[in-house]
């Protein structure tokens, strides 16, 4: 029978028996032990079972308060000599012994007001074992010998521990030493964890952000680290699965040059355009001759969405060994799957047949394309172009011009560089021919029934009269919706196009590739992706590029701050293009950014004002821009 205010263990807590009733008990425990600043601990009962609890001890103790007041550091001399008497007895050496036991060799009585004391002693020390609740074994010298050391090593461990928190909260580390400490925090700020022992242990809020203002302070970083594709789970290095080579199938040989025509730096050319004097001509890469629906290859892809472009440079949804056989221009004959366009009289798409080819591919730079403009093979393109410009407006297109630039890293000097990119002729002529082929795909695909990924867009909410400059533009932007994607061809307003699809990126974009495999599943008489599959891996597809399309916009926005403090004395033009009470918004054009200043004087939309950066936040991905009052100017 267990006695009213017999000691237990209850979760390995000491508590009292308070009372009994029948086959259940109440006990009092400590919920909430006092503390150092005056709070008094906190007590609780509860009702339980026998199986419940171990009983420490069936002697009556005072009160719960006693049992907790009773301190193990004095019983510390006796546990020992406990130890050595059953070690000097062979036949208790190795013995296992019961609590009550041990103390009965400790000590000459043990109240109950002491149980819990000398059982923390008896626990906590080397000296013994516990092998089961209130069973011990004392340990052999050897043993107690090797837990010396090891509590020894993990106490220096800890002080040194302790001296590099106090090195990370001065922001003054005794590097690269101090780097083996620091491997959770940069986990943290590349979005690998969630946490950071490290910084939860110098009291500093863990986030990624914090994190990799810890990782600059303390000159583990620099400025030019990008975070931001790890950080949104993205690889920096491009799909290493490699294609296999081209299927050996019956192609159609297109007579004449076709033209590849794309930026100075572009080194996967996947579009060339040609018009033969009845037909204009758009070539794609041809890769989906190779990649086959969720064979490992196109599951790489789905998980990459698309090509991450980085001023790094870029990692490619498909692998770089893969230009050598599917991109345009590398080699003197090129497989493509062709768009062949039939026009009418006001530049609709007549007819659009599509067809397995072989092309001769001139790759031409935007500027170089400009210089042949009037020539016979160009000049029927550009026509093309500015005619299907005409119709598209006249339906009710869209056209937003804002501010791009394209920024570069030297890879050995991380010195950055920020351009503003021509805007040739030719690049508008290479829009306009892929819109067409992204017009003919769908009305290809919707008349041959095949399911098709067709990108659509609400008409916008366009107020009746728009500022002029870049301030309309801005304005138009906002009354833009987001494109949809869906098995049913509907208008794409933006565009002003009645139906549309993407299919002129395959090598780059996911979308576009499981268009192409559609495309060729029908034209080699195989089944093709029902609608609910294909829409299923376009989704996932879109998922991935979107988080690409954040890191592109993250790290063009890091290495736009890192410009600025590498040049210091920037200044540039910022051009107001909303109003909003003392505050205004305003475009800078030459780093492509937006920033809201209260500027030093009523503006008025598209006044151009002279501003200067301040408070580059790197981690927080924040600038200020600053008027330059002496030099404000008006346009």
Not at 92 to 101: H, L, N, P, R, W
Not at 117 to 129: I, M, Q
Not at 533 to 562: C, F, I, P, Q, Y
Request: aromatic share 8%; glycine share 4%.
């Amino acid at each position: 029978m267990i006695a009213k205010n017999s000691v237990v263990l209850y979760k390995k807590n000491p508590a009292l028996i308070i009372e009994t009733t029948g086959d259940k008990f109440t006990i009092q425990y400590c919920s909430q032990p006092a503390t150092p600043t005056g709070k008094k601990a906190v007590y609780a009962t509860q009702k339980v079972r026998e199986k419940d609890f171990v009983v420490l001890s069936e002697d009556k103790a005072s009160s719960i308060d006693a049992v907790l007041a009773a301190k193990a550091d004095d019983f510390a001399n006796a546990v020992k000599e406990a130890w050595e008497l059953l070690l000097s007895d062979e036949a208790t050496a190795s013995e296992e012994i019961s609590f009550a036991d041990v103390a009965a060799y400790a000590l000459s009585e043990l109240k109950a007001d002491m149980s819990w004391a000398f059982y923390s002693a008896l626990k906590n020390t080397f000296y013994f074992e516990e092998i089961a609740p209130l069973v011990f074994k004392p340990r052999s010298e050897s043993a107690i010998d090797e837990l010396v050391k090891k509590a020894e090593s993990k106490g220096k461990e800890e002080e040194l521990r302790a001296a590099f928190i106090e090195r990370l909260k001065k922001r003054q580390l005794d590097l690269p030493a101090d780097s083996k400490y620091m491997v959770d925090v940069e986990a943290l700020a590349l979005g690998k964890s969630d946490h950071s022992k490290t910084l939860h242990d110098a009291k500093i809020t863990e986030t990624p952000e914090n994190a990799h203002k810890i990782l600059l302070d303390t000159k583990i970083w620099d400025i030019t680290r990008n975070p931001y594709p790890v950080r949104w789970g993205l690889s920096m290095q491009s799909a290493t699965e490699g294609l296999a080579s081209p299927p050996d199938e019956e192609r159609v040989v297109v007579e004449g040059t076709s033209y590849a025509i794309d930026n100075a730096w572009s080194t996967d050319p996947d579009d060339a355009v040609a018009f033969d004097g009845t037909y204009l001509w758009v070539h794609i890469a041809d890769p989906a001759s190779t990649v086959r629906p969720d064979d490992k290859i196109d599951r790489i892809a789905r998980g990459r969405g698309a090509t991450l472009y980085i001023p790094e440079g870029a990692s490619r949804m498909l692998s770089e060994d893969c230009l050598e056989d599917y991109a345009l221009g590398l080699s003197e004959k090129s497989r493509a799957l062709s768009f062949r366009i039939l026009l009418d009289e006001k530049n609709a798409v007549a007819d659009c047949q599509v067809f397995k080819t072989w092309v001769t591919v001139a790759r031409l730079t935007y500027e170089s394309a400009d210089e042949k403009k009037d020539s016979p093979e160009l000049a029927p393109l550009y026509e093309i172009a500015r005619k299907n410009i005409e119709r598209r407006n006249k339906a009710g297109a869209v056209q937003i011009e804002l501010p791009e630039v394209h920024i570069t890293v030297d890879s050995e000097t991380k010195r950055v560089a920020i351009d503003t990119p021509p805007h040739p002729m030719s690049a508008i002529v290479v829009r306009e021919m892929m819109l067409l082929a992204g017009e003919g795909a769908a009305r290809f695909a919707f008349k041959n029934k095949i399911p098709f990924p067709f990108v659509s867009q609400e008409s916008p909410d366009i107020p009746a009269k728009l500022p002029e400059g870049l301030a309309g533009q801005f304005a138009l932007r906002k009354c833009m919706h987001r494109r949809s994607v869906g098995v049913t061809p509907a208008p794409h307003a933006g565009l002003g196009l009645t139906m549309y699809s993407q299919v002129t990126s395959p090598l780059r974009r996911y979308s576009d590739l499981i268009a192409h495999q559609q495309l060729r599943a029908f034209l080699d008489g195989r089944e093709v992706l029902d609608k609910d599959t294909m829409l299923e891996r376009v989704s996932a597809g879109d998922a991935a590029m979107s988080a690409s399309v954040k890191a592109e916009r993250k790290s063009n926005l890091h290495w736009t701050l890192v410009y600025l403090l590498q040049n210091p004395d920037w200044t540039g033009d910022a051009v107001c293009v909303d109003i909003m009470g003392k505050q205004a918004k305003f475009l800078i054009p030459s780093l492509a950014q937006e920033t809201t200043i209260v500027p030093p004087h009523a503006v008025q939309l598209n006044e151009v004002i002279k501003v200067k950066a301040g408070n580059i936040d790197i981690p927080n991905l924040t600038v200020t821009f600053i008027p330059v009052v002496s030099d404000t100017v008006k346009e």
